[in-house]
């Protein structure tokens, strides 16, 4: 399965956030501008990081937020926020976070697929700083391997 979009519009560069929760709601922002969800769906994600901890902090300096397949959720939709400082989501190893993924997929179905295609992606080392250090949304399509 090949990941699903990433309009210019889902990439924001160089992002300041004071917290973990404001990082998702830069992530959760950028799903609803480019149509793949509604606001309720960037509320979901904070509840489940409040409900279970800082389990999307999935290797050092990358959070990768998502939420259940609903109604909030319009299409299935990727987007990517880079942060100017890094902010602490409480993980013991793996912060402070400096990129956040966000992901949104209808269908449950497709929504382990997607999870393990973008799992897959990071299995390089290098791509979170080269994620961290892009300076365009072309760039960051180019990293991850993702559709405009």
């Known amino acids: 399965m090949s990941l ?12 300041d956030a004071s ?3 404001e990082a998702l709601g830069l992530v959760g922002a950028a799903l609803v501008r480019s149509g793949a969800a509604t ?4 509320d979901a994600m904070v509840e489940l990081v ?7 902090v999935i290797s050092p300096g990358l959070a990768f937020a998502h939420a259940r397949p609903g109604p909030a959720v319009l299409r299935d939709g990727l987007a990517v926020v880079t942060l100017r ?4 989501f409480g ?6 976070v400096s990129v956040v993924l966000g992901l949104a997929v209808a269908e449950v179905g497709t929504h382990l697929e997607s999870i393990g295609a973008i799992a897959n992606t990071f299995n390089d080392d ?4 080269r994620l961290a250090a892009a300076t365009s949304a ?11």
């Open 4 to 15: 699903p979009p990433l309009p210019d519009d889902a990439v924001v560069l160089g992002a």
């Open 19 to 21: 917290s973990w929760r």
């Open 39 to 42: 606001p309720p769906y960037t």
């Open 50 to 56: 409040e409900e279970h901890g800082p389990y999307i």
């Open 85 to 88: 400082g890094p902010v602490s």
């Open 91 to 96: 993980h013991p190893h793996n912060d402070p």
């Open 126 to 129: 290098t791509v979170t700083g």
């Open 138 to 148: 072309d760039e960051v399509r180019t990293i991850l391997g993702a559709p405009a």
